[in-house]
């Protein structure tokens, strides 16, 4: 993996906050309103990371339309209460300070809506170090992850950067199969929320175990 990447994109939640109380406790919310209890958090943490209509769907077997009533459901506790219960992972400003005094370009590829995904940054001062930023729609649709990944290359690329080698940082499969679909490399991170083992078998080029790892990966390429 010896190349000179010359754009960085980035995942949000599970690689460079760890928002999953929020996220949890305000699908918990919305299903609680609809009627199902769920009592246990851990059982909730598989909504983190893909499009929550998505997740919706597949997982409670839910319509489309009823999917899209769910999230409205959860941005009724997630936006005064949930997006705050969040924190950036210990390190990662020091990672993202590092690249950036090198000349990378870095970029975020979430599936967040872009007003929330914006407003997280912000608030934990990290937004400055993304010049590339995109994120889905904000009505919550369409933000499958090769998509978000194709349109930051597409951003990068009116910024001046030629975007010839890119890699993606990530903490679960979708990462890894987003760049994947693009036929970029992605390194894996293990503090977020998805699996080591499901990373790998989706073909992670790397999986970093701390924030010494990563640094020394994102440094070696």
Request: some cysteine; proline content about 4%; aromatic content about 10%.
């Given at each position: 993996?010896?190349?000179?990447?010359?754009?960085i994109l980035?995942?949000?939640?599970?690689t460079?906050t760890?928002?999953?109380?929020g996220?949890?406790?305000?699908?918990q919310y919305a299903?609680?309103?609809?009627g199902?209890?769920?009592?246990?958090?851990?059982n909730?943490?598989?909504?983190?990371?893909p499009?929550?209509?998505d997740?919706f769907e597949?997982y409670?077997?839910?319509?489309r339309?009823?999917?899209v009533?769910?999230?409205?459901?959860?941005?009724?506790?997630?936006?005064?209460?949930?997006?705050?219960?969040?924190?950036p992972?210990?390190?990662i400003?020091?990672?993202?300070?590092?690249?950036?005094?090198?000349?990378?370009m870095?970029?975020?590829?979430?599936?967040?809506?872009a007003?929330?995904a914006n407003?997280?940054?912000s608030?934990?001062g990290?937004r400055?170090?993304?010049?590339v930023?995109?994120?889905?729609?904000?009505n919550g649709?369409g933000?499958e992850?090769?998509g978000r990944?194709q349109?930051?290359?597409?951003d990068?690329k009116?910024l001046?950067?030629?975007?010839k080698n890119?890699?993606?940082v990530?903490d679960?499969?979708?990462?890894?199969?987003?760049?994947?679909f693009?036929?970029i490399p992605?390194v894996?991170?293990?503090?977020?929320y998805?699996?080591v083992?499901e990373?790998r078998e989706a073909?992670?080029?790397?999986i970093?175990?701390?924030?010494?790892?990563l640094?020394d990966?994102?440094?070696?390429?």
């Amino acid at each position: 993996m010896k190349e000179n990447f010359d754009l960085i994109l980035f995942d949000l939640d599970g690689t460079i906050t760890d928002s999953g109380e929020g996220i949890t406790k305000s699908v918990q919310y919305a299903l609680s309103k609809l009627g199902i209890e769920e009592p246990d958090l851990e059982n909730l943490r598989k909504f983190i990371g893909p499009p929550l209509i998505d997740s919706f769907e597949k997982y409670y077997g839910f319509s489309r339309e009823e999917a899209v009533h769910a999230r409205e459901i959860f941005n009724e506790r997630y936006q005064p209460i949930g997006w705050k219960e969040n924190r950036p992972y210990e390190g990662i400003e020091e990672v993202l300070k590092a690249l950036k005094k090198e000349g990378k370009m870095l970029g975020i590829a979430t599936s967040k809506p872009a007003d929330t995904a914006n407003r997280v940054l912000s608030h934990f001062g990290l937004r400055d170090y993304f010049p590339v930023f995109c994120a889905a729609p904000l009505n919550g649709i369409g933000g499958e992850k090769a998509g978000r990944i194709q349109a930051a290359i597409e951003d990068a690329k009116t910024l001046g950067c030629e975007a010839k080698n890119v890699i993606m940082v990530g903490d679960t499969k979708f990462d890894v199969l987003g760049a994947k679909f693009h036929g970029i490399p992605c390194v894996g991170v293990s503090w977020g929320y998805g699996t080591v083992d499901e990373m790998r078998e989706a073909g992670a080029a790397a999986i970093a175990f701390s924030m010494k790892e990563l640094s020394d990966i994102l440094h070696s390429i």
